[in-house]
C-alpha cells in the first residue's frame, strides 16, 4: 500500500482535502515556502495520528494531545524543522537519510518519511513506539526504522546521517547527536529550557566544526533520558 492510499486517508468534513487545503495556506502566509513540505502536508493524513476525539481538529494548526503527556506539534512547527532540515547549501547533496529522536504519534516521521530516502525514529515511550509503529505501517510506510531506546544517545549503528530532527527541547545539544552528523549534515533541535526554548540549526561544516544559529522561539516537551 503506497503513503495515502490508506481508506481513512482522505477524509470527511473537518478532515477533508479543503481542510487541508486551509491549513497549508495558512502555512504559506507564515513563511512556508518549500513546495515540497507543503504538498506533504496535504497528503499526510494528520487525524490519523490524533485520538478519535480530536480529529475534527487535526487541520487546525496547533498542536494537540496524544496521550503520555505528549503532544502531536503544531503544523507550522513541523513545517518549519522539515523546511530548515530540508535546505542544503549550493552544491550540497540532498538529505536522504534522516534520524528523529522522539517518534510520538508519528506524524512527523510519516512527513519525514514522504521525502527522505529511509528514516530511523527512535522513541522512549514503548506503548509511543510501538502505537506509531503500527499506524505507519497500516498507512503503508516501509521507509521507516523503528527503535525504542534513550534518544539523547542517538542511533550511532545506522549512523552517520545526513539529517537529525529532535521532536523535545535539550537543555544542553547532547553530544553524541552531534558526532552522528555527516559532515555537511544538519540537526534541528530545540533547545532550552521551558519558557526560554530556541528551535537551533546545527551544520557540521568538517569533521571537528559545527556552526548553529536560533531561528526561532518555540514550546517543546523536554527531551528526557532513559526509556519508559
Do not use: C
Amino acid at each position: 500500500m503506497k503513503p495515502g492510499s490508506h481508506p481513512h486517508s482522505l477524509g470527511l468534513g473537518l478532515t477533508s482535502p479543503a481542510s487541508r487545503a486551509r491549513l497549508v495556506a495558512e502555512l504559506k502566509r507564515e513563511g512556508i515556502v518549500d513546495e515540497r513540505v507543503l504538498e506533504t502536508l496535504m497528503k499526510v493524513p494528520r487525524h490519523e495520528f490524533v485520538e478519535e476525539a480530536w480529529r475534527g481538529e487535526a487541520y487546525k494548526n496547533k498542536p494537540l494531545p496524544i496521550g503520555q503527556s505528549q503532544t502531536i506539534s503544531q503544523p507550522y512547527i513541523v513545517a518549519l524543522m522539515t523546511q530548515l532540515l530540508l535546505e542544503v547549501p549550493p552544491g550540497g547533496a540532498p538529505r536522504k537519510k534522516v534520524l528523529e529522536v522522539g517518534t510520538g504519534s508519528g506524524y512527523q516521521t510519516a512527513v519525514l518519511a514522504e521525502l527522505v530516502q529511509n528514516v530511523f525514529s527512535v522513541e522512549r515511550l514503548k506503548a509511543l513506539s510501538e502505537q506509531a509503529r503500527n499506524r505507519l505501517r497500516g498507512l503503508g510506510y516501509r521507509n521507516i526504522h523503528f527503535g525504542y531506546a534513550d534518544g539523547t544517545g542517538g542511533w550511532a549503528s545506522h549512523g552517520p546521517y545526513d539529517g537529525i530532527v529532535v521532536t523535545a527541547a535539550a537543555v544542553d545539544v547532547p553530544k553524541a547527536l552531534l558526532e552522528q552528523l555527516e559532515k555537511g549534515g544538519r540537526l534541528v533541535i530545540p533547545v532550552g529550557p521551558p519558557a526560554k526554548q530556541s528551535l537551533r540549526v546545527i551544520d557540521r561544516v568538517s569533521p571537528n566544526k559545527w556552526q548553529s544559529r536560533d531561528v526561532a522561539g518555540v514550546s517543546f516537551v523536554p527531551l528526557l533520558e532513559g526509556k519508559a
